[in-house]
């Protein structure tokens, strides 16, 4: 049996028990029951800190504003209303009526000791909202920024900015937030078990329960759908589409704003070279990649954004170079088969995770085509990608994916990524060049203008190749349409258990 079936047989074996646990639990059983399978793990709640967003993405927390992510537009969640008040101040008009899962109300003082705790707890919040002051103002805020920064309001769709009570208990367990849900139960790296929030603001959810089930294997996924032990399954496995869909269960396909990449570790070790760099890049066949590994559920990228985004570029074109060739521009010679230099063989670390399960055999891929050439590969499994590559640099390249444009502007992306206070920055990339570029971009105001230096942005970190973007997947979600109604799988890949989604038996 290969290493694949075997995993794929034990996480089903392993998410079976899991929702036999929820069938044996002690509360009584409900009809207007869902249980959802995703394909990341979270071993806390704090909305603040948890890098895989489940208390958003499960409907216990909100945002202040929430994005569209078909008009790629900010609109309204929490925060009622906005304006720039000059002086690089924003006044932020709160909803009314709201109320924290505790019952207490939502006021300009909770969200403010809410958003100052995101600050303290994540650098990337820190870096990202840029904030000097946050005052209260009677009911409304007024957050001042440390430089102008037009796209401040787009940040706080973040889901680390979600607003909490921060007075309450047990932030890591059960979250008091805002949303349709609320946490009834957390067993970390296992589940959460949600109940509907009686009192929320807008309307009800129709839901009286909701099991949110973690499993990274999609094999064990899939399994959970068909045999009935799950109502949505997120990211099923890829050669299972076609006989789910004969099976008569649907599967959504849907263009998102993630790439998955090649993150290059340029502080130390052979990618410091631009050569060797490019040597890599043009190793990949992403055509390959596509039709193969993702079954077609994607297309090449180029760089990190679609396309269609008004803030993708054209590229120039690229020099045409074989990998070797791009070695040899590098100071290595082929001898006994195999890359060399100074007397030292080409050797590199690839850093891969099995929550996205496509990433492992696009690693795999890039094994065996680089041994083909001389480069030896070597790669190594890991868990939480974010925390591992920020702590650690004992690897050279990284598969790795990340939404690119989850605010609707190619802002955040770039500051996370390329800023050298970036919190998404695991290449370590600090070139004075491109930090300045990316400062000018966060002190304009034109839409236009804004869409123009991203496009030089994106030129530049093309040129230096800092990452090489292989291809931009689609979602894939799974479930049962007859019986789920109200689904809506969402580019930004942030909303998902909402209070319109309901289940019929």
Known sequence: MSTYKTA????????GLTLAGCAASDKPQEQNHLTFVYNFATQSLDPHRDSSYVPLRAGVTETLVRLDDERLTVEPW???KWSYEGKRTWRIVLQEDVTFHNGKKLDAAAVKSSLERSIDENPGVKNALNIETIKTDGPDLLIQTKTTYPEFISELVNPNTAIIDTKASEVTKEPMGTGP????RFAPGTKVELKRFKSYWQEQAKLDSVDFVFNEDAGARTNALRAGQADIVYRPDIESVKQLKSEGLTVQATDTFRVHQLTMNVA??????LEVRRAIDALVNRKQLVDHVLQGYAVPARGPFL?????????????QKTPEEWLKQAGYTKQNGRMQKDGRPLKLTLLTYAARPDLPLIAQVIQD???????????????????YMASNRDWDIATYSNLTAPRGDAGYYLNATYHPNGGLNFSRVADPKLTKQIETLNE?????????LAEQIARYVDEKRYNSFLLHPSTLVAYDSKRVKGWKTEKSEYYMIT???QVTD
């Open 307 to 319: 396309s269609s985004f008004p803030f993708a570029p054209d590229y120039p074109q690229q020099e």
């Open 444 to 452: 304009t105001i034109q839409i236009e203008e804004r869409s123009r």
């Open 78 to 80: 929490l925060a009622k």
């Open 369 to 387: 085509d680089a041994k083909k050439i001389g480069v030896t590969i070597t790669i190594k499994q890991i868990d939480v990608p974010e925390e």
């Open 268 to 273: 130390n070790g052979p990618m410091q070279s």
């Open 8 to 15: 794929s047989l034990i996480g089903s074996v392993f998410l």
């Open 499 to 501: 209070n319109t989604l």
């Open 181 to 184: 849900f609320q946490v009834e």
